[in-house]
């Protein structure tokens, strides 16, 4: 009975109701009973954000839930309890941000058959979800999923009812035994594991490893390596099989093995040798390396050879030939790797070095050895080389000597393991470190059981994480010898809810806004984003002497001591905070070293010094940019005020581990690239060598006021940004500062520090400067004037395109071809000097990037200055789409064709609308360009604008400029005026929230009329429901095409508003001003 009502189910959504139920055929889950259910809205039907009234939940014909119930959501979960107090007046909402996943714990166990929604109001309700359950919360079984929901489909205050696809009749047989369960390939550190197939009644999930009783990994295959053993140890192994349903098979049999023993040193299979530092001014070269056991060199054969500078070189230094070489090593440090292969493990006594030049080899270098080619153990250190030690072609034999006594001790267990949600895709890890006798040299990160991840630290951001899942992780410390711990205790984390990832072929991503007061906050520690130093004539003043690049400051910036000693100022304050949004509430302030700290300005309600360098600072928004001041009052010099941080409320516990603000990562999930031009302060940026840069322990990145009269490399530090791009799990484009776009050194450091720390499935995209044809910018005067030799016989724009193509060889020289898409800027419509700069490139390019902006220009823009103060949003979105379609267009077809022409990808660097206030007769209309901002026009000219980029010339993607901003005249960028605001307060988040999804972007396209159909006055058309008209009509009458007359007025702004009406085609027909007929055909989409 159950297999037939499933199908009536099924017939009647697919066929009654056009919607798609996914998952027919799939095989039937098996459960038991369920006491946690789950109800994800994944859609919404039209543009109204889903409400939802009730839920319920049948089974054996009895509604629950009954009493002792709790309810939490991912979306509204303020209000998620009223969704199941079965009263309708009350509702779950407003779900602005979806998925939106609502969980219902109960005090029973259930085997739901049915799910009844009710909607709180007509239509407004959900166009697809998913309803899951769970015996423990973490383990979900999808019951159903439903999709093609229309409005018609849902009546306000009435329950609709869905039928659950759950098997009463749980698997309860358990897999047969694996069997024969036998070893292989044993080592003096791990052994290989084989056994034989079990058989069960539906099929085998997965195997689980067990050592010496105890749990140790999970296979999918029946067979499973270990790896961390020790040496002379005997272990004792079985395996078990599991279905999906969980059942466990008997054990196999155990299988005892012993490790083999050491024979002095240790055995390796990796070799590396890394050159420190060179001897001379010249850089190094090796003709030859070779390593040596009781007398054998090594290598023989079956080997492979890689290297981290020179790698197409890298096999001349183990080829036995002295004219061929390794080299020439540019960068420093070099490493050079050897695998000796699977079959070939050595316990080197001994290193031979052959250089290739007279006195031109290293200074320092260390030799390293390994058994998994991760986990190093180092063997020699030399320093203090000099030209005279080194002969060309005559090898030089350093010696080795391992203990002989092996190290078997383990490290001790890491404690207290936390695991912290980040974001969507990313949780971050931190615990107690381990000790060891000799040293701990990894901790290996397991997550659901299955090795992870290693690192070196005692934190770790694990990335590339499913949305709204859980996952439970331990740590094992590891030594040199190869000795694990014990595992840490379990921690488990759950992801934040995604956002719906792109569909189209469009590939959206985001400019990043600036490190700043005045923007929204990035960072946990707010003192990241605070100004420049600012000296006072007095201690706590609040003025500026301007003497803050005089200050005797440390390496981090701060200063050596307060009262300041030889200047006229004595006092020292900072900007912390001038932005309007912020979290309010208690800050938690820390600092190192003797001293005082104090805060002030309007927005600071308490302050209170609770402990020894601890202060809590409660600062609450008021709506105004007025500042709040951080002073240091007094600095002990010999142990003065350092590394302070301001912690927003809530974040002491986790801003060690990941510095980033919560919101902030959480507006950056749906884009799958960041630009981080204004991170790094591209424009007028004038740092010049690779020294200058500030650290990640400077006191601020801040970019206010350019720099801070001493550092030129004030900006975001690249680790850090890298740190971003691993958190949120986003390719990441950089901006090279323009003077050092042909310094290889700053280049090829610049590329390392992302190959150190970027997530190795990360690429990088590589643009040289920003917008360096732009006059307003002190990189187009540089590069204009720059007679360098090596550019010297170069015009303006191919010295920039040369420029280019020196970052993206450094950059993949570093990092790889594979990691670096090398990005062209260039200007818009300047075919001519695009051309220019392709040719000089000559292919060495993946990118021309243009900016895809719009805005009134040339008669448009005057017609708009004309008007003055009689300028309306009407006039305002007539003018603009004039320029769009006459002009901006045109200019973008150019750059399409240009791109396709030289074979390269076209892709937008900055993007989006760009109305503002060029001069005073600007300023006349300067309240209506803010209030465009926030008006349903700036959509529908968003979406014409990106559906023609995207639908006609098939433009790979680009970055929208900006995440956020607050909105002025002369600035109104962002595509919100907040972090988090409203998608039904915020036109421009929701166009490209719509564009990410591929929705909507046949809106405002031209139409092609029919004879007798105008095409021109009234836009846009096609449309969701407003269209307007430029010119009012007199008399008017609406149709549909049945021939109804249609009911509705025109405003007197000219909007006429179908959007009450059903999707489908419409006429207008009417008299204008002057006497004229009118007749229009309308599409509502």
């Known amino acids: ?9 099924l017939l009647f959504f697919c066929v009654g109701h056009g919607a798609l139920v996914r998952g027919e055929g799939m095989s039937t889950q098996t459960a038991s009973a369920y006491r946690f259910l789950r109800l994800t ?15 319920a939940w049948v089974a054996n014909g009895t509604t629950y839930p009954q009493s002792n119930y709790s309810v939490s959501a991912t979306v509204a979960s303020g209000s998620a309890n009223s969704a199941y107090d079965k009263n309708t007046g009350t509702i779950w909402g407003q779900l602005t941000a979806l998925p939106a996943a609502i969980t219902l714990e109960l005090n029973t166990d259930i085997v739901p058959s049915q799910l009844q929604i009710t909607p709180a109001y007509e239509g407004r309700a959900a166009a697809a979800f998913r309803a899951e359950v769970s015996a423990d919360g973490n383990n979900w079984i999808t019951a159903t999923e439903v999709s093609g929901l229309k409005e018609s489909d849902w009546t306000k205050g009435v329950a609709k009812s869905f039928s659950l696809d759950l098997d009463t009749n749980p698997d309860t047989e358990a897999p047969t035994a694996p069997s024969n369960l ?21 099929g085998v999930d997965k195997y689980e490893v067990y050592q010496d009783n105890q749990f140790l990994a999970t296979a999918s295959n029946t067979n499973y390596t270990v790896s961390g053993l020790q040496s002379s140890s005997t ?9 999906a349903a969980g059942n466990a098979s008997p054990k196999s049999n155990t299988l005892s093995v012993t490790t083999e023993g050491n024979s002095g040193g240790q055995s390796f299979r990796y070799l590396r040798v890394t050159v420190l530092d060179g001897t001379t001014t010249y850089d190094p070269n090796v003709a030859q390396i070779a390593w040596i056991e009781q007398g054998t060199t090594y290598p023989k054969s079956g080997y492979s050879v890689s290297a981290t500078v020179s790698n197409s070189t890298a096999k001349n230094a183990y080829d036995g030939n002295l004219t061929s070489l390794w080299g020439t090593l540019t960068s420093l440090p070099a490493s050079i790797t050897l695998d000796l292969g699977s079959s070939t493990t050595i316990d080197p006594s001994a290193i031979q070095i052959t250089p290739a030049w007279e006195g031109r080899a290293f200074s320092s270098f260390t030799a390293e050895g390994s058994t998994d080619g991760n986990i190093w153990q180092t063997l020699l250190q030399v320093n203090g080389l000099k030209e005279g030690d080194w002969q060309r072609e005559v090898a030089k034999t350093f010696t080795i000597s391992q203990d002989n006594t092996p190290d078997t001790e383990a490290p001790t267990t890491p404690g207290n393991l936390q695991a912290n949600a980040v974001s969507s895709s990313s949780i971050a890890l931190s615990w107690n470190a381990s000790t060891d006798n000799v040293g701990v040299t990894a901790y290996d990160i397991y997550q659901n059981n299955n090795f992870k991840a290693s690192t070196a630290n005692t934190s770790y951001t694990v990335s590339g994480l499913s949305a709204n899942t859980t996952y439970t992780y331990y740590v094992r410390a590891k030594d040199a010898a190869g000795n694990v711990s014990n595992k840490s205790n379990e921690a488990s984390a759950t992801t934040n809810a995604g956002s719906t990832p792109p569909s189209g072929d469009f590939l959206m ?8 007061d005045y923007e929204d906050v990035m960072f946990k520690n707010v003192l990241k984003q605070a100004r420049p130093w600012r000296t006072s004539n007095s201690i706590g003043g609040g003025d500026n002497t301007f003497e803050g690049d005089k200050m005797a400051v440390d390496q981090d910036g701060y200063p050596l001591e307060v009262p300041l000693v030889g200047l006229q100022a004595k006092g020292v304050h900072t900007v912390l905070l001038t932005t309007k949004e912020f979290h309010e509430g208690k800050y938690i302030v820390l600092w190192d070293g003797q001293g005082t700290l104090d805060f002030s300005g309007s927005k600071v309600k308490n302050e209170q010094l609770v402990a020894a360098n601890r202060m809590e600072v409660t600062i609450e928004m008021d709506g105004t940019t007025a500042p709040v001041f951080m002073h240091i009052k007094s600095s002990q010099k010999g142990n003065h005020v350092r590394n302070i941080r301001v912690l927003a409320p809530g974040t002491e516990s986790s801003y060690q581990q990941q510095p980033f603000d919560e919101l902030f990562l959480q507006e950056l999930a749906p884009f799958p690239v960041l630009r981080l031009m204004d991170m790094g302060t591209t424009n007028f940026n004038n740092i010049e060598n690779w020294s200058d840069r500030i650290g990640e322990n400077y006191y601020s990145y801040s970019t206010s006021n350019g720099f801070d009269g001493r550092h030129d490399g004030h900006f975001t530090p690249y680790e850090v940004m890298a740190q971003l791009a691993n958190i949120t799990d986003k390719d990441i484009w950089v901006c090279v500062p323009h003077k050092v776009g042909l310094d290889r050194n700053y280049l090829r450091n610049m590329a390392q520090v992302f190959k150190d720390h970027l997530n190795s499935h990360l690429k990088v995209y590589v643009e040289y400067s920003n917008e360096t044809w732009n006059g ?9 004037n720059l007679n360098d030799a090596e550019v010297s016989s170069l015009n303006f724009h191919q010295k920039r395109a040369y420029i280019s193509g020196i970052c993206f060889n450094e950059f993949r020289s570093v990092l790889g071809n594979s990691r670096v898409i090398r990005v062209l800027g260039a200007q818009r419509g300047q075919s001519g000097n695009n051309r220019t700069m392709l040719n000089q490139l000559n292919g060495n390019v993946d990118m021309l990037s243009t900016a895809n902006y719009f805005r009134p220009k040339n008669q448009e823009l005057e017609n708009l ?3 003055g103060y009689a300028v309306t949003l009407n006039d305002l979105d007539r003018e603009t789409r004039g320029t769009m379609y006459n002009r901006d267009m045109p200019d973008l077809k150019s750059d399409a064709d240009l791109a396709k022409e030289f074979g390269v990808e076209l892709f937008f660097y900055e993007g989006g609308q760009h109305l503002v206030t060029l001069n005073s007769q600007d300023e006349k209309y300067g309240d209506v360009i803010v209030a465009m901002q926030n008006d349903d026009r700036i959509y529908d000219l ?15 993607g680009g970055c929208y400029f900006n995440l956020a901003s607050s909105y002025s005249p002369k600035n109104s960028f962002g595509m919100q005026e907040y972090l988090g605001q409203p998608l039904s307060e915020a036109p421009k988040k929701r166009a490209v929230y719509d564009i990410l999804e591929n929705k909507n972007l046949r809106v405002g396209k031209p139409l092609a009329m029919e004879p007798g159909f105008e095409s021109q006055g009234i836009y846009p058309n096609p449309s969701r429901g407003l269209f307007r008209l430029e010119e009012q009509l007199k008399e008017y009458q609406i149709y549909n095409t049945a021939g109804g007359r249609i009911q509705v007025k025109i405003s007197e702004e000219g909007v006429l508003n179908l959007s009450a009406y059903p999707a489908g085609m419409y006429l207008l027909q009417g008299v204008d001003q002057h006497g004229h007929s009118r007749l229009f055909k309308l599409i509502k989409q």
Not at 235 to 243: C, E, M, T
Request: proline share 1%; no cysteine.
């Open 1 to 9: 009975m159950k297999t037939k009502l499933y199908a009536i189910f």
């Open 182 to 202: 036998s070893a292989s390939n044993v080592s003096t550190n791990s052994v290989s594991l084989s056994w034989g197939a079990s058989s069960d009644n539906v």
């Open 865 to 867: 200055r004309n008007l």
């Open 235 to 243: 272990y004792n192994f079985h395996v078990i099989a599991k279905d």
């Open 942 to 956: 968003t979406m014409e604008w990106y559906a023609y980029a995207i639908n006609d010339l098939k433009v790979a």
């Open 776 to 784: 307003q910018f002190t990189q187009n005067g540089w590069i204009y």
């Open 41 to 55: 809205v994944l859609d919404k039907v039209g543009t109204y954000d889903p409400n939802i009234a009730e839920i």
């Open 509 to 516: 991503g985001i400019n990043v806004h600036g490190v700043n």
